[in-house]
């Protein structure tokens, strides 16, 4: 950078996150709808294979792509040790938007694992 405000390299982080923390949320509230993980390998295979085939699903794989591309833009303007710390916001997204949406319940023991592993990233991104 050149000291400048990078405004697309940030939209592009910022693009990452959000299809980043959908993907997430769309996966675990579609598998939470379904039924039980069969006990049997073949049948896993099959159910998973199921499950792979609902659109909601699909949408969630699509949007980890478009993060996966979108994260190939980031790193065409930032180096990766100031662009991985943007990162870390999504565990306190998904945190956040998985009590809101999916009802799950929020701990002092989640909150304090998730500040515990953002200020390590940043600890590590900035040595």
Same mark, same amino acid.
């Given at each position: 950078m050149n000291g400048r405000?990078?405004?697309a390299g940030h939209f592009y982080i910022l693009l990452t996150l959000l299809f980043t923390v959908y993907g997430q949320l769309v996966l675990k509230w579609q598998m939470g709808? @379904? /039924?039980?993980?069969?006990?049997?390998?073949?049948d896993k295979i099959l159910f998973l294979l199921q499950q792979f085939l609902n659109p909601w699903i699909m949408s969630g794989f699509a949007s980890a792509? *478009? @993060?996966? *591309?979108?994260?190939m833009a980031? !790193?065409?303007?930032?180096?990766?040790? $100031?662009? $991985? /710390?943007? !990162?870390s916001l999504a565990f306190i997204i998904v945190m956040l938007f998985s009590v809101m949406f999916l009802h799950e319940s929020l701990t002092l023991q989640s909150v304090t694992g998730t500040v515990m592993v953002v200020a390590g990233l940043t600890v590590i991104a900035r040595a």
């Open positions: 405000f990078d405004v709808k @379904a /039924p039980g993980m069969p006990d049997d390998n073949i792509f *478009l @993060a996966s *591309l979108a994260w980031a !790193m065409t303007r930032f180096d990766l040790n $100031y662009a $991985y /710390p943007f !990162m």
